[in-house]
């Protein structure tokens, strides 16, 4: 088996803005492996800055190491990953895919076969009129699922934001989710899910920064708002450290994200523990381009969850690897059309 990596920096349409900033772009390398019959597995390593465990810095350099022991015949173990769960998980996707052929086609999944998966409509931080203007096109296009991003603008419009939504559509009709990016302090947080209770939301995600456990839990036992964890699960790497974060905690929900935790192994072993403790969940993309998106697509369809999932972030990208993936009345499907990775081989 050969390998190598090509880095591709993914250009936003439109600059979109969290709690942590407005991204402009973002940074993907893709492991790729060639086998003797000439098929080649690709996995990507997606990483945002400031959010994974990765530092820009090092990831090349550590995707360069692996590329160099697969070529000398050495044999990778997932303890040589450390906590770097984004160049793990390019290894896993990379192996899987050219176990299979090297079609991107990991999972034998009912996505392949026709049955699409429910997405949630993601509606970035901006200016009021902004952020409007996405909800009314999510809707028009078919979503009934929409995610807010949330605690970037002044709290008020946010509020009036969603009760705006409330006006026209009832809980039946639409469902809202909203993400806070841990973007509330600890002293406010409770007062401001006080007053988003009151419009009938799904939940919010890490209304508060992670690492702060006590502190969540309290928010999590007096909340009238169910409670997502998401960068909360950043790091925590051991069974026994995941156990304890759920029983500490104890959340409404959890979402996982494999380029963030460590890949499709690592997300199970999360779903095994919340599932023993009821806990719900759901699987996020967190920004790859379409060959990652792919990959969690088809393996949360292995699942069969019947909740709307945070796929779809795709079409963000003017530069994406064209796919057969597309959405189409808030539904992530897989085409028959063939993939092109020129843009990888430039």
């Given at each position: 088996?050969?390998?190598?990596?090509?880095?591709?920096?993914?250009q936003f349409k439109v600059p979109s803005g969290t709690s942590r900033g407005v991204l402009r772009n973002k940074y993907s390398w893709f492991l790729m492996l060639t086998d003797n019959s000439g098929n080649i597995g690709v996995g990507e390593c997606s990483v945002i800055e400031g959010l994974n465990p990765e530092s820009l810095s090092d990831v090349e350099g550590y995707i360069e190491k692996i590329c160099n022991k697969i070529n000398e015949g050495e044999l990778i173990s997932r303890e040589w990953f450390g906590n770097k769960p984004s160049v793990l998980f390019a290894y896993e996707m990379a192996m899987m895919d050219i176990e299979r052929g090297g079609q991107r086609r990991l999972f034998d999944c009912p996505l392949l076969h026709g049955s699409p998966i429910p997405i949630n409509g993601l509606v970035w931080m901006g200016e009021l009129p902004y952020m409007?203007?996405?909800?009314?096109?999510?809707?028009?296009?078919?979503?009934r699922c929409i995610k807010l991003k949330?605690?970037?603008?002044?709290?008020?419009?946010?509020?009036?934001?969603?009760?705006?939504?409330?006006?026209?559509?009832?809980?039946?009709?639409?469902?809202?989710?909203?993400?806070?990016?841990?973007?509330?302090?600890?002293?406010e947080a409770l007062d401001r899910l006080e007053h988003l209770s009151q419009y009938g939301l799904h939940s919010i995600e890490q209304p508060i920064k992670a690492n702060q456990w006590e502190e969540m839990a309290r928010l999590v036992e007096h909340s009238p708002l169910p409670i997502a964890l998401d960068e909360e699960l950043i790091g925590i790497k051991t069974y026994a450290d995941k156990k304890q974060l759920l029983q500490i905690i104890n959340p409404e929900y959890i979402i996982l994200k494999p380029s963030l935790v460590g890949g499709f192994a690592e997300s199970k072993e999360w779903i095994n523990l919340a599932n023993d403790q009821k806990i719900g969940w759901w699987i996020t993309s967190a920004l790859e381009s379409n060959v990652g998106l792919s990959a969690i697509a088809q393996w949360t369809s292995t699942l069969r969850s019947d909740?709307?999932?945070?796929?779809?972030?795709?079409?963000?990208?003017t530069n994406n690897i064209p796919c057969p993936l597309y959405i189409h009345n808030g539904h992530l499907h897989h085409g028959d059309d063939l993939w092109d990775l020129d843009l990888l081989n430039d």
């Open positions: 088996m050969r390998t190598q990596y090509k880095k591709h920096i993914l409007r203007q996405q909800i009314i096109e999510k809707i028009q296009s078919g979503y949330i605690a970037a603008i002044d709290f008020q419009e946010e509020l009036e934001l969603i009760k705006g939504i409330r006006r026209e559509f009832s809980e039946d009709d639409i469902e809202i989710r909203v993400d806070a990016n841990g973007g509330f302090t600890v002293d909740m709307y999932q945070g796929l779809g972030t795709g079409q963000l990208f």
